[in-house]
Every structure is written in structure tokens, then in C-alpha cells.
């Protein structure tokens, strides 16, 4: 079974950072195709950014030079980095999981995803 637990959300002031975490339990994470996704009130979810199993990389160009998504394939777990925090970048933060070889940057991608992560950036 296979299950993915975000963690590492919370409030932060504009400009400010904060490091999301994913860990995936059973055994796909070595080849799987891994995403962020966020969705913010009356919005519909939305690509943040990928990354291949040989850690090749996607970002949407909203927070290109912002967020860096890295992967631990020895720690099952992804992670993004997101500096430089603004207002807008509020919403709930979704990890997800696609089979391998897919670009993943679209929703329909990934068949299984997290609980999500609340990200609050204040003004």
C-alpha cells in the first residue's frame, strides 16, 4: 500500500522560507516521477514542480529561482525549498506520485497523492 505524508507547513512572513517534506511508504518512490502541487481557496490545483527518478526537474515558472524540489531515494522522502516567500504562494501544498517516465506536470499524471500541507504567507 502505498501512502505519502507531507510535512513542514506553517505561517511565515513574506520573503521568508520554509522546507517541505514528503515521505512515501511502500516500494515505488526509487522510479517514480514525484510532484508538488498547490491549491489555493476557489483555485484549482496547480503544478509547482518535478522531479524524475534520475532527478531531472520541472518548475512552474511562478516560483522558478524560488523553490528547488530535490529527492533522497535512500530516505524515500522529497522535499522543496521555498525561499523568497510571497502572499500568493498561500494555498494547501500536495506531494503525488506518478509511474515512471511521465514529465508530471499535469494533475491527471499522478495516481497517488498526499494529505496536503497548509503554507500561510502573511504581508
Known amino acids: 500500500q502505498v501512502q505519502l505524508v507531507e510535512s513542514g507547513g506553517g505561517l511565515v512572513q513574506a520573503g521568508g522560507s520554509l522546507r517541505l517534506s514528503c515521505a512515501v511508504s511502500?516500494?515505488?518512490?526509487?522510479?517514480?516521477?514525484m510532484g508538488w502541487f498547490r491549491q489555493a481557496p476557489g483555485k484549482e490545483r496547480e503544478f509547482v514542480a518535478a522531479i524524475s527518478w534520475i532527478s531531472s526537474t520541472a518548475y512552474a515558472d511562478s516560483v522558478k529561482g524560488r523553490f528547488t524540489i530535490s529527492r533522497d531515494n535512500a530516505k524515500n522522502t522529497m522535499y522543496l525549498q521555498m525561499n523568497s516567500l510571497k502572499p500568493e504562494d498561500t494555498a494547501v501544498y500536495y506531494c503525488?506520485?506518478?509511474?515512471?517516465?511521465?514529465?508530471?506536470?499535469?494533475?491527471?499524471?499522478?495516481?497517488?497523492w498526499g494529505q496536503g500541507t497548509q503554507v500561510t504567507v502573511s504581508s
Open positions: 511502500g516500494r515505488i518512490f526509487s522510479s517514480a516521477t
Open positions: 503525488a506520485a506518478a509511474p515512471p517516465g511521465r514529465q508530471g506536470v499535469k494533475v491527471y499524471e499522478y495516481n497517488f
